[in-house]
Nanobody
Framework: VQLVESGGGLVQPGGSLRLSCSASGIKLYAYAIGWSRQAPGKGREGVLCLSRLKEITYYSDSIKDRFTLSIDTDNNTMYLQMNSLKPEDTAVYYC??????????????WGQGIQVTVAS
């Protein structure tokens, strides 16, 4: 099983980025899928998660109106669309997939992590 992230980088405050997470070895639609992040000097925290029942959980009010998770079942890829980015969103972002359900910082499978930096 492999999850491969792409799409990170440097963006100015107020800008947007879309992260991709392409999966092989599992079918994402059959799993709980989501994203976590780890800011410099901090522990990993959950961002959002889509359960196997297709219910979305946001782990922070600050991202609820700005971040969107979607899935392309044909390409077995999930996306994290991030809008109105703030400097405090700077972190390494990790995608994850779990055979049971959503948890903020636990998934059966993880991507390698990708850096997102929000700065002017």
């Amino acid at each position: 099983v492999q999850l491969v992230e792409s799409g990170g980088g440097l963006v100015q405050p107020g800008g947007s980025l879309r992260l991709s997470c392409s999966a092989s070895g599992i079918k994402l639609y059959a799993y709980a899928i989501g994203w976590s992040r780890q800011a410099p000097g901090k522990g990993r925290e959950g961002v959002l998660c889509l359960s196997r029942l297709k219910e979305i959980t946001y782990y922070s009010d600050s991202i609820k109106d700005r971040f969107t998770l979607s899935i392309d079942t044909d390409n077995n890829t999930m996306y994290l669309q991030m809008n109105s980015l703030k400097p405090e969103d700077t972190a390494v972002y990790y995608c994850g997939a779990d055979s049971v359900g959503c948890a903020q910082t636990y998934y059966d499978y993880w991507g390698q992590g990708i850096q997102v930096t929000v700065a002017s």
